[in-house]
């Protein structure tokens, strides 16, 4: 790659907006200039080099090299420290159970979720506190545009053509928080999975947004995990179908109350199980197929398709419930549907 | 990349796709042949599918049909099931593109049967037809083209059974149409 440091000088920034606009890398929000001695820094940021790849990205089978991560992390406003997790989101999505394709092209509106963890995470500016799934934080925001950008840009997704989404998702600008583990009453989520506290790990998840748990009185376990159970068992869940993993983020006044009724998360896990639940016959109503219910292949086989009255669960097993903390002051929680894939985590170590 | 973005000093955030992909011969008639029926899970898939057989045996001499069927539409074909296909059988009808992730998923197993040997006809609905040859063209098979039908996920078995005579001169076409 070469430059023309005169050229570049001579355009002014709103031109250079318009530009990069014009250019097609857009996701509608302006870009930052990817110019080839910043992207070096990313990729000395990744601790690897260029030319590397993770292999290749549907739907267009580009390839994933970090040149091509790190070209859109500086476009999303990153820093070159967040070059770690955005590699390992990236890394995440492409494990085959998180069915990338399938993501990228859906008329579903799920986006992806990405989850920081690790003792680094605070370090790196991620928050997972007050609004952490909202605006006003440049790790949080730009951390999850790369990897949009990175889908646009190297998996050739594109809005209307190959992502068929009839209505979107805001999430799909950007969807990116930090588990609160410091108010979480539990072991850290990629503890849960098998990593050590001291790693640092993203989670990626295929999740629709966060649809609201109020509960102003939270005294015990079961009443609030009621209204959780409410939120999961919907007629209008794409889950319904697919089944896969769903995502629970609650918040840690919430979480507290919970814990001091000595619930472990598998407590929590089997209670969402039992009680988020719909009846056979008004699954016939609608979902997929409707009374042609020996179209749901992925249902588990103890449930009685043919009867009305029984009992159908959202997922095949309580695992598939992934409990986390995240939040601030307040007693909101929130349930994430999701396309029905799986949670992915991966390791990353921050830049030194 | 453009020439004027290189000229700034700008990196190019693109990747170009890398698939290779080989067009499978077609077959000279249909008669006698076996065709494979993938039901990729998508409403009424497996109806339409089995009235295009009934069809092909009927009226065209096709010795016999094997239907399987995908787990989700939203999933590639295990390849056990694309193995089989291609050993048992000398075409394939697949059906049907009429959701994003399942056109997705529609075209790339198609051009997985293509390359292992097998004539593939893929079913797509207008709607999704733009999704189709962009996938095409990604996989590296821009020629790869698709026999449209309606969509079926409302439709009765009647009307299913309709759509199906309407197009089984396509798919007979598509799978048995001269190479180049």
Known sequence: MTSDVSARSATAPSDMTEILYESGWSDGLPLVPPYVERVQEFVEASGRSAEDSLGSMPPNNGDVTIEKIATNAVMAGCLPQHMPAVVASVEASLDPRFNLRALLATTHPSATMVMINGPASEDLGFTGGSSAMGPGNRANATVGRALQLVFRNVGGSLPGVTDKATLGNPAKYSFCFAENEAESPWAPFHVEQGFAPEDNAVTVYAAEGPHNLTNQVPREPMSFLKGIASLMANLGSNQIYSMGDHFVALAPEHAAVIAAARWKKSDIQHYLFEHARLRMGDVMLGGWFGERTERYTLWPKWVDHTDPEASLPVCREPGDIKVVVVGGPGKHSAYLPGLGSRCITRAFVPAS | ?180
Do not use: W
């Open chain 2, 1 to 180: 990349m453009d020439e004027r973005l290189s000229a700034l000093g700008l990196a190019n955030p693109v990747a170009d796709p890398t698939a290779v992909r080989t067009r499978a011969d077609r077959v000279p008639t249909l008669s006698g042949t076996v065709v494979g029926l993938l039901d990729n899970h998508k409403d009424n898939a497996d109806i339409l599918l089995t009235r295009i057989g009934e069809i092909l045996k009927a009226e065209y001499g096709v010795k016999d049909t094997i239907m399987r069927q995908k787990f989700l539409p939203s999933m590639v074909a295990e390849p056990r099931v694309l193995d089989e296909f291609a050993q048992t059988c000398d075409v394939v009808v697949a059906s049907i593109a009429d959701c994003g992730s399942c056109t997705s998923c529609l075209v790339h197993d198609g051009l997985e049967l293509e390359d292992r040997g097998i004539a593939t006809a893929a079913l797509c609905t207008p709607v999704f037809l733009n999704s189709f040859e962009l996938h095409a063209k990604y996989e590296g098979r821009e020629d790869y083209e698709p026999v449209m039908v309606d969509t079926i996920s409302t439709k009765s078995s009647e009307e299913i059974a309709d759509l199906a005579a309407a197009i089984v001169p396509s798919i007979v076409a598509v799978l048995t149409k001269a190479d180049g």
